[in-house]
């Protein structure tokens, strides 16, 4: 049997060609998926494990076709139940490298109830949640995370629903990895990706992501050159929260329990907010920022540890088993009050 | 009176020899009567007796003390013939308060014993219960009934007066002392009574030695008090030699996975979200992690089935369970299984419904969901176990045919099984088929659909497994390469093989075993939780004469392929079930054959007596 990663054997040398399926490709031509995969498929490599160790769980969605393209274990599931059926899995085969793909519809809304147990239970596998903010495959409905008053084809006046943040709902969650990365920007999106692949726990990754059919340019405050310049702030851990261009940076600092952007110049040395990463309160007030009051922040909000569901499950049989020796079935069935028939 | 001198004073009284009797305990569901019905249970298994038991109680955990819907009994018959249920009317009623009084009185047979515990027969209490004036003092009752009153709050509180226990404490020992009484009148041995009570309150010897003198005392009373004028004995029934346990359906089920775990080698990762009457058997597996049971308390219905379809996709074996309510929200996961050909056990403990219904009550209405309750074309195995012991050799073989043909199986049992228990002549397991597993290792020629030409099922690969990476999933696909098609050829060809591979499963029936002649009258057929009503119904049919016979089907889909040709060797045949009529239609949309149905859905199993009828109306009207 084989084990992830480092042992007896060792993991071929990949190239990001090893992970293209023979399958079609079959999204929309323009569609921000193709980056993802492409980031995805180069990544692996680097993660170090045999690719026969690796599975690509999806629910329903655009999104969801993901496991198809990569030639690695896939299942491709029903909607929503993902994070369920990878923890199944993990449970069953802890030595798997399991990644979940899901879309802000699948991940948030029918899925909700899933990822919020998955990501409290802390199951060891990498989330990747394409956020489009729009219901692609069913053609167009707005979806969890599109904005109030959001005009779709099943709102013709506007969306009635608030809509929901992928962070902080991760964050409230007690998820002990959860970052923010761009379709369009490849080498932070490959970057966050083996970050969190090798992060030991769940590790939840929001992917801005476009549907340039359904919901075109949703992201344009990180995609725009300008825009992207005035209001990305990376999150880089022992840095300080700057953002903004050269000549006119900005700080965010904190004043009382309120977050604050000022003029980096006028902000004293002691008074910047360094961010770190252990700090999960910290990201909470970081998780609810966004343009156009506040800096847009990409990268790693949180990266604690915490205990891993499955191996309490493994630790405990294995502590039964250790304490009692394994179970003897014709043993057990002879236990007890029994009594004899001549 | 000390002990010694009573028994010098008291002649011996004379015991009655009987054939079965049906005792029911009925108190308030704080009245420990479960754990009453247990341990006379045990009592009458170690005494040799056959038996069968039916608990019952609310679905409110602490209903309201002393009202009706807070009533909890526990009956059982026992026997020295087979004894198939555990009976219609009672030939004893233990009543601890009013409301279990009015709530069961009507079942006990008129010259039934009656025992009751008058000091629960208060102002208070009798309001609860409805009653204008005190029914202990109607002298119909008592003309009625063989009536005893026992102030047993009294005399317990008397047998243990000087043990350092408060009022409360004191008083929730009176169930031992019903149980010694009745113990008594049975002639039951204490012995294992009493074995349980050192055991169970090994840590607490003050509850012990009380629990203990309560118990003798009820014994003591039986044997000295005047008013019981005989008592009975029930000589040991003609049973199988060997090693018995007393076994409940939950439990058969949860111990039929470990030996499925232990002779298949593999892990079993069992998905489950609480829900009554299934909920026992996630906690008993909780308890046997050494025989590698990984149990998953999940989020809900839907996540409990996808985490086994999870496991069965890793190589392992995944099972989830349920009652009626929570298999409609795994209905759309078990699709998912469906399609994708990979195993998984679906344990289906049904209840009444529809909705949460009846929760704590049995029946059968949950046939049709387990074999058409899913979007389109969507066959599953579909078993179902007879007795409480029968769940044991049930679970195993879901596990078997699941694995051996990589599909769904689920498992119809109900409340009545879960909770019931008979004297289970204990299998050797290694008398068990054996199931064998085959994890596809071999690249060479490999496909992800590709069948195995006698079972049709598809390879089971292992994560893990180089060379033999591929993706499966819930859109159609392309038979043997797997690819996902749209092609409309290919779709009715997979329709017609899923359910091909189904109706393969067929070949793993013994021949239908028939209970009575093999041509006749009339055939009963049953499946499921109604074996024992039926079986006692139709041999007392027999030993009048009639030309009946019956079939039990364990096999529900695919159904036993000598069904069809044992159907038309009857001029009539009845089918009892537990709901309006789902098997009935099965069978005649199968064979078109003029089957009626016996329907009633009380929450409670059928009665021989109301199945005798049925069969008296049509073996009669056909002769």
Known sequence: MSTTGAGATEVPKYTKKDFESDQDVRWCPGCGDYAVLSAVQKSMPDLGIPRENIVFISGIGCSSRFPYYMNTYGFHTIHGRAPAIATGLRVARPDLKVFVVTGDGDGLSIGGNHMLHVLRRNVNLT????????????????????????????????????????????????????????????????????????????????????????????????????????????????????????????????????PKVVPAKATPPDRLWIHDESNVNAAKILADLFAPDYPVPVGVFAAVSAPVYEDVVIDQEQRAISEKGVGDIAKLLKSGDTWTIE | MSETAAREVVAPKPRRELARAVVRFAGDSGDGMQLTGEQFTLESAVAGSDLATLPNFPAEIRAPAGTLFGVSSFQLQFGSQRVYTPGDRLDCLVAMNPAALKVHLGDLKPGGLLIVNTQAFDKRNLDKAGYAANPLEDPTLAERYRLHKVDMTALTLEAIQDLPLNTKEKDRTKNFFALGLVSWIYTRPLDPTLEWIKKKFAKNATIAEANTRVLKAGHAFGETAEIFAECYQVEPAEMAPGLYRAMTGNRALAWGLLAAAERSKLPIVYGAYPITPASGILEELAMHKRFRIRTIQAEDEIAAATAAIGASFGGAVGVTASSGPGIALKGEAIGLAVTAELPLVIFDIQRGGPSTGLPTKTEQADLMQALYGRNSEAPVVVLAPATPGDCFFVAYEAVRIAVKYMVPVMVLSDGFLANGSEPWLIPDPSTLPPIDVHFRTDPDGFFPYLRDPATL????????????????????????????????????????????????VAQEIPPTSINGPATGDLLVVGWGGTYGAITAAVERAQTEGKAVASVHLRHLNPLPPDLGHILREYRRVLVPEINSGQLVRVLRAEYLVDAVGFNRVRGLPLATEDIYDAISQLAEGSS
């Open chain 2, 457 to 504: 099922g598809r390879p089971w690969v292992r994560p893990g497994t180089p060379g033999l990476e591929h993706r499966i999933g819930g859109i159609e696909k392309q038979d043997v390469t797997g690819n996902i098609s749209y092609d409309p050829d290919n779709h009715d060809h997979m329709v017609r093989t899923r359910a091909e591979k189904v109706r393969r």
């Open chain 1, 127 to 258: 989330i990747l949640l394409f956020n489009n903010r729009i219901y692609g495959l069913t053609k167009g409905q707005y979806s969890p995370t599109s904005e109030q008053g959001k005009i779709t084809k099943s709102t013709p006046m506007g969306s009635a629903d608030r809509p929901v943040n992928p962070i902080a709902f991760a964050l409230g969650c007690g998820a002990t990895f959860v970052a923010r990365t761009v379709d369009r920007h490849i080498a932070h999106m490959e970057e966050t990706i083996k970050r969190a692949a090798a992060h030991r726990g769940t590790a939840f990754v929001e992917i801005l992501q476009n549907c340039n059919v359904y919901n075109d340019l949703t992201w344009n405050v990180v995609y725009d050159k300008e825009q992207r310049l005035a209001h990305e702030l990376k999150l880089e851990h022992g840095k300080p929260l700057l953002f903004g261009p050269v000549d006119d940076r900005q700080a965010l600092v904190m004043d009382g329990v309120n």
